[in-house]
């Protein structure tokens, strides 16, 4: 299993941008974000595959922009516009597949390896 060590969360106020990054131990295919607010389901947000190819979910596309490097095996989440719903623990992901195409990038089955997580926090 890959370990994901996340940084770059914190408190911002509505509107605001926050960078997320992520450093895996080895190379996976496609890395990305969930993230999930206490009592709910997680939530696919964003994820890229190793030919750059990305997925965004409906509620932060033209707001956040995903981004990796593969020779780093790094990817981050630049967060901008930032909205009191966007307010969750954001979580990395990695998988040593797809996670498009014959899966489903949103199913958090389809990932390999976790994160902690890193909390995000927006006030109105």
């Known amino acids: 299993q890959v370990q994901l060590a996340e940084s770059g969360g914190g408190s911002v106020q509505s509107g605001g941008t926050l960078t997320l990054s992520c450093q895996g131990s080895?190379?996976?295919?496609?890395m990305g974000w969930f993230r999930q607010v206490s009592g709910e389901e997680r939530e696919g947000v964003a994820v890229i595959e190793g030919d750059g190819n990305a997925y965004y979910a409906d509620s932060v596309k033209g707001r956040f922009t995903i981004s990796h490097d593969v020779a780093k095996n790094t990817v981050s989440l630049q967060m901008n516009n930032l909205k009191p719903e966007d307010a969750a623990m954001y979580y990395c992901?990695?998988?040593?597949?797809?996670?498009?195409?014959?899966?489903?990038?949103?199913?958090?089955?389809?990932?390999?390896?976790w994160g902690h997580g890193t909390q995000v926090t927006v006030s109105s």
């Open positions: 992901v990695a998988a040593s597949h797809y996670c498009g195409g014959p899966f489903s990038w949103r199913a958090p089955a389809t990932y390999d390896s």
């Open positions: 080895r190379y996976n295919y496609c």
